[in-house]
């Protein structure tokens, strides 16, 4: 029987995290008084850090850009579709002649 995996909150994880980057106790102080594998703590440190510089990018715009340019290539989809049907209607026997 397998054991039950622990689930931590996301308020706590953060807390230990600024505490640990506060430096006011050691990484094995925090561990012992919440009960948590001193390795733990250091992946939630390292996943933190990591993700600093993702935190002050501005990805709405690049969110918007990409979809921008989905919207673009779709237009310019219909547009080939469009014009294709005309040149195959215009060789059709029952259009008109300029």
């Avoid at 600024?18 to 050691?26: F, I, V, W």
């Avoid at 919207?71 to 002649?97: C, D, F, H, N, R």
Wanted: glycine residues 6%.
């Amino acid at each position: 029987m397998g054991s039950i995996r622990k689930r931590y909150a996301t308020d706590l994880k953060v807390k230990l995290v600024l505490e640990m980057l506060k430096e006011g106790k050691t990484v094995t102080q925090l561990a012992s008084e919440h009960k948590i594998h001193y390795s733990q703590l250091l992946k939630w440190k390292k996943q933190a850090l990591e993700g600093l510089p993702n935190l002050f990018s501005d990805s709405r715009a690049e969110a918007l850009q990409t979809s921008h340019e989905k919207e673009v290539q779709a237009l310019y989809q219909e547009i080939g579709q469009l014009s294709t049907q005309l040149a195959w209607l215009k060789k059709s026997p029952g259009w008109p002649e300029p």
